[in-house]
């Protein structure tokens, strides 16, 4: 099983990124998907999630309204859309796979390998 997260970058407070994860070796219509992060010295943080079908969705409180999770079962891909970046949201952002519908990083079985967002003020 391969988790492969893109789009990371440097941007400026306000700009936007789109993050993708493409998944294999797995049925990637059968999973739930999420997508973490960790800034230095703090622990890992619940982002998003999104169930196998895609028709339901959750947002921490202090992203919600301005990143938008997503899925294409067809390209086995997961996207999560951030918008008005803040200097806050700097961290390696991880996606990852799991069987259930959870906020906890221990319900979910595979990890993608992070990719770095940084966003100056």
């Known amino acids: 099983v391969q988790l492969q997260a893109s789009g990371g970058g440097l941007v400026q407070a306000g700009d936007s990124l789109r993050l993708s994860c493409a998944v294999s070796g797995l049925i990637f219509n059968t999973w739930s998907m999420g997508w973490f992060r960790q800034a230095p010295g703090k622990d890992s943080e619940f982002v998003s999630r999104?169930?196998?079908?895609?028709?339901?969705?959750s947002y921490a409180d202090s992203v919600k309204g301005r990143f938008t999770i997503s899925r294409d079962n067809a390209e086995n891909t997961v996207y999560l859309q951030m918008n008005s970046l803040r200097p806050e949201d700097t961290a390696v952002y991880y996606c990852a796979a799991s069987r259930v519908y959870g906020r906890n990083p221990d319900e979910y079985a595979y990890w993608g390998q992070g990719t770095q967002v940084t966003v100056s003020s």
């Open positions: 999104i169930v196998w079908s895609g028709g339901l969705t």
